[in-house]
């Protein structure tokens, strides 16, 4: 038989859940991926409150020690935080990004993420021996940089640096902060056609840490991608890191025939 209770606590908003206590998956599991689909998808934003485990297991029907397994678990992945005076309050969702040719900003307006943007560098340098090799121009040319500060909810999420050929595109630092760069690209006339592309991981340095409000030392993605346009032609590079708190790549994998 499933229960169905409206969540009607203070800043979040409204939010069916449901639980099946017919299902032989345990109450607090049920309960935990709803709040985390709930989160996940923007319906729990960041900063909204779902009161503490003796209301909710009361509006619920559930006992407390149910309830607080299943916030437990929600702390436990850094989405939930236990506020003296406060309650049980939303911090974040993590990003799941799936690996295709898409921007980060799509990808975060995709998941109801509010995305914004703080260009911190838009100008033209030469091109070192990594940046030259992949755009296929002269080491000591010099290239576009753009370096930005991706946020979600108002948090920083990913730090990007981007390397394009000059002459490839105008690119206005307010057009960067309203919209992402892939987008930016198109509106021009570029087919974006495929990527080459390279997932690592490393610490955070203490600069990295202050600018992402992570720790030094604590673990980052990091992403390096080619990107190349309809005629074979090298039209961006990126470097790029990411909070592995709050950012994860999905794979699909497929068995070769």
């Given amino acids: 038989m499933a ?5 009607a606590s203070g800043g979040a908003e409204a939010l069916q859940l449901s639980v ?5 998956v345990p109450l ?11 989160i996940e998808q923007g319906r729990l934003a960041p900063g909204s409150l779902l ?16 309830v607080r397994q299943a916030i437990s678990s929600l702390v436990d992945k850094g989405l939930l935080v236990r506020r003296r005076g406060v309650g049980t309050q939303v911090v974040h969702s993590q990003v799941k990004r799936p690996l295709e040719l898409s921007s980060l900003y799509d990808d975060l307006e995709a ?29 000591g040319e010099d290239v576009v940089l753009i370096e930005r500060l991706r946020l979600a909810h ?29 987008r930016l690209m198109r509106a021009a006339g570029i087919t974006l056609h495929s990527a080459r592309q390279a997932v690592g991981a490393r610490a955070a340095t203490a600069e990295e840490g202050e600018q992402l409000g992570e720790p030094a030392g604590a673990p980052l993605l990091t992403m390096e991608r080619t990107t190349f346009d309809d005629t074979g032609r090298a039209v961006e590079f990126g470097s790029h890191t990411y909070r592995a708190s709050r950012y994860a790549f999905e794979f699909q994998l497929l068995v070769r025939p």
């Fill in 20 to 24: 099946d206590r017919s299902s032989p």
């Fill in 28 to 38: 607090y599991f049920q309960l935990s991926q709803q709040l985390e689909a709930a």
């Fill in 51 to 66: 009161g503490n485990e003796i209301e909710l297991a009361g509006r619920l029907g559930l006992s407390r020690p149910t």
């Fill in 111 to 139: 998941a109801g993420q509010r995305p914004a943007t703080q260009v911190l560098r838009n100008t033209t340098e030469p091109a070192t021996a990594q940046v030259a090799a992949a755009l296929g121009v002269a080491e």
């Fill in 3 to 7: 229960m169905e209770e409206e969540d």
């Fill in 154 to 182: 108002g948090e920083p999420m990913a730090h990007l640096r981007n390397h394009l050929p000059v002459g490839l595109l105008k690119l206005d630092s307010a057009e960067l902060e309203d919209t992402g760069l892939y």
